[in-house]
């Protein structure tokens, strides 16, 4: 399977500042994608990253507020701009199209906790 | 290192079935364990199981935690082709202060009319 890590694993910010969050793999994979969790809810899909062009946004999700970059098939970062306290939340990094394994099966990074004062 | 095992890894039954998902953990410091539907790529809610030996119930659905041995089962009855789908678990633990989340490989099932 892949070996996905995500940094920094946790943080602590203030309102208005911007995080950056990183997802590294041990593998070259063909799609990345960037979910929200909140606590007793589904995961919520940010946006896919596309390697060498935008990433794919979903309804509710917008370029200026989550900007995503995704230099090579297998490091993706998505920053949260202009944070406030309802982007309180862990992070997750997912990976599809692993080398040697199915297609579309999908597997996750540990996560970022996220906290915004 | 956290781990979340899920077995089977795919399962192929017909319309009617009932079928037993499992999922087996090991956790440091335990909070929670979530059930999750994936059809295309944002996973749905299904259930979050915190104590042991409560069944949780939804329609055909339900889940069971297991403290001790550590493991959770989703059982789903007289299943429909809807139903189709990857069925992920998670499991939320407290490393360092900061609550993580470990999921499981999924499970993918098929249901044939």
């Known amino acids: 399977s892949a070996v996905i890590s995500q940094k920094p694993s946790r943080d602590i910010c203030q309102r208005g500042t911007s995080l950056t969050i990183q997802c590294q793999v041990d593998?070259?994979?063909?799609?990345m994608f960037w979910y929200r969790q909140q606590p007793g809810q589904s995961l919520t899909l940010i946006a896919t990253?596309?390697?060498?062009?935008?990433?794919?946004?979903e309804s509710g999700f917008v370029i200026d507020k989550f900007p995503i970059s995704r230099p090579n098939l297998t490091f993706s970062t998505l920053t949260v701009s202009n944070m406030s306290p309802e982007d309180s939340s862990i992070y997750l990094c997912?990976?599809?199209?692993?080398?040697?394994?199915?297609?579309?099966?999908?597997?996750f990074g540990p996560g970022t906790r996220l906290t915004v004062l | 290192e956290d781990k979340v095992v899920q077995s089977p890894l795919s399962l192929v039954v017909h319309e009617g079935d009932t079928v037993t998902l499992n999922c087996s953990y090991e956790?440091?410091?335990?909070?929670?364990l979530l059930w999750y539907k994936q059809e295309k790529k944002a996973p749905t809610f299904l259930f979050m199981l915190?104590?042991?030996?409560i069944e949780k119930k939804s329609g055909r659905l339900s889940s069971i935690l297991d403290k001790k041995e550590l493991f959770s089962i989703l059982n789903i009855t007289a299943t429909q082709t809807g139903d189709s789908a990857v069925y992920l678990c998670?499991?939320?633990?407290?490393?360092?202060?900061?609550?993580?989340?470990?999921f499981g490989g999924g499970t993918r099932l098929m249901v044939k009319p």
């Open positions: 997912s990976v599809e199209g692993v080398q040697g394994r199915s297609y579309n099966e999908q597997f």
């Open positions: 593998s070259q994979v063909t799609m």
């Open positions: 990253a596309n390697q060498g062009s935008e990433a794919t946004y």
């Open positions: 956790v440091t410091n335990f909070r929670s």
């Open positions: 915190t104590s042991s030996g």
């Open positions: 998670a499991v939320e633990g407290m490393v360092n202060a900061g609550n993580m989340l470990t």
